[in-house]
């Protein structure tokens, strides 16, 4: 008798509630931040998993098979979560099947993500950073204008970031700084977690690229962690800037002009 | 404006198709997760209620049902069997499906019961098939639905 209400009950709760029932499914893959008002820092769920709600900063998401995949720096979510510290762009591994490169991240400079990279894909280890020094897949600058926003959002977000104190490793190709142009790049020793702060006094690194054009240069914007950028004029492009790879015999001078002070940690 | 009716038409349509469903939930009660074990007449699989082995495997595999599993409506979720039970105060139902294809598609089915849940997570293991919900906000950074995902998916 009793499973003979339940089951008018349910009858009558098809033919008055909601009418679409899976509107509140949302799906996810590999932890991710938790929106306000629903949770707080992280979410653990490791694999493909649902929610009722949508990310609330859709812009640090991929879409992988209907599901939303987190790229972004977890930091900001949660600063006490284990992460692992990357330089520049590099393969979204953790997204991708294993020997396939579809996404990329693009956020420039220092950040953090929640996974160390995997044997197969070409990263070097210095200075406590994990560097990418492979090759870039051809669609590599064609796929930074849908990725753009994400990088902007991480030059104007201020969260803490690893400090990279060492010189790139072999290999590794960075920001396009410009086509004959001087760049100034301030970065500081140090070590641990850095609050992005105001311009130090710390070590001036001036990056001489002769004969190809100027980007940077003139009035500072802040730049990522530490680093300050002078941006003349034109966009930023995405180019080698550090090694020897690409096009021609770039010179890459590194001068420091102080040491630093202990002030700036 | 004319969707309403015709939503209204498919609903009543697929309550009627539930309703076999609720009494599905009776004459399914005690089906035997192994069919391979019944035939070579070990009496474990036959005389143990289903929700009971369903209790006993999750329980192996490291996890403390919070309140004890019963048996569960299967033909919603097109499913052999179900139990449906709580690990952690999380909703959670297990169901065994003939075939890995079958279960498979379950996975899908499934999705109907994480509805309504702030969070939740399905995972397969051959023919068997669990779906975990947290519908009372009680794991607001989903550790304990990672922990039961996890715990089932090694555990079988």
């Not at chain 1, 393969?91 to 996404?103: I, L, Q, R, S, Y």
């Not at chain 2, 006993?56 to 033909?75: M, V």
Request: net charge positive.
């Amino acid at each position: 008798m009793a499973k003979h209400v339940a089951c008018v009950v349910v009858l009558w709760a098809l033919l008055v509630g909601p009418t679409d029932a899976r509107a509140d499914i949302v799906h996810y893959i590999h932890p991710h931040p938790m929106p306000p008002g629903v949770g707080q820092g992280m979410c653990h769920i490791e694999g493909p998993h649902i929610h009722s709600f949508r990310p609330a900063k859709p812009v640090l998401y991929v879409e992988v098979e209907g599901q939303y995949a987190f790229i972004g720096d977890p930091t900001e979510f949660e600063p006490k979560a284990r992460k692992y510290a990357y330089y520049g762009h590099h393969p979204v591994f953790w997204v991708d099947a294993p020997g396939e490169v579809e996404h990329y991240c693009y956020i420039t400079g220092p950040h953090y993500h929640l996974y160390a990279p995997p044997p197969e894909l070409k990263f070097t280890a210095k200075g406590g950073v994990y560097w990418y020094v492979g090759a870039h897949p051809g669609w590599y600058r064609k796929r930074y204008k849908k990725y753009r926003p994400v990088d902007r959002y991480y030059a104007s977000v201020r969260i803490a970031r690893p400090v990279v104190t060492v010189e790139p490793p072999e290999g590794f190709v960075g920001v396009y700084i410009g086509a004959g142009g001087r760049a100034r790049v301030h970065g500081h020793v140090g070590g641990g977690v850095h609050i992005v702060p105001p311009p130090p006094p710390g070590i001036d690194v001036n990056i001489h690229l002769p004969g190809v054009g100027v980007v940077f240069g003139g009035a500072p914007v802040p730049h990522r962690r530490g680093v300050i950028v002078h941006k003349r004029r034109g966009p930023p492009r995405h180019a080698p800037a550090w090694g020897h790879r690409g096009r021609g015999p770039y010179k890459v001078k590194y001068k420091v002009k102080g040491k630093r002070k202990g002030k700036w940690k | 404006m004319t969707r309403a009716p015709m939503l209204r038409l498919a609903l009543l349509a697929l309550a009627l198709w539930l309703v076999p469903g609720c009494k599905d939930e009776t004459k399914a009660g005690g089906a035997p997760a192994s069919g391979s074990a019944a035939e070579k007449g070990k009496p474990a699989a036959a005389d143990v209620p289903y929700a009971k082995q369903v209790s006993t495997s999750l329980e192996e595999a490291g996890l403390k049902p919070s309140a004890a599993f019963e048996q569960a409506a299967a033909r919603p979720y097109e499913a052999k069997a179900c139990a449906r039970g709580e690990i952690d105060k999380l909703d959670v139902l297990v169901c065994d499906y003939d075939a890995e294809p079958a279960a498979e598609a379950g996975e899908k089915k499934l999705e109907q019961f994480v509805s309504g849940a702030v969070s939740g997570a399905i995972r397969r293991v051959g023919t068997r098939v669990l779906a975990v919900a947290d519908r009372n906000k009680v794991d607001p950074t989903g550790a304990a639905i990672n922990k039961v995902v996890k715990a089932f998916a090694g555990g079988k």
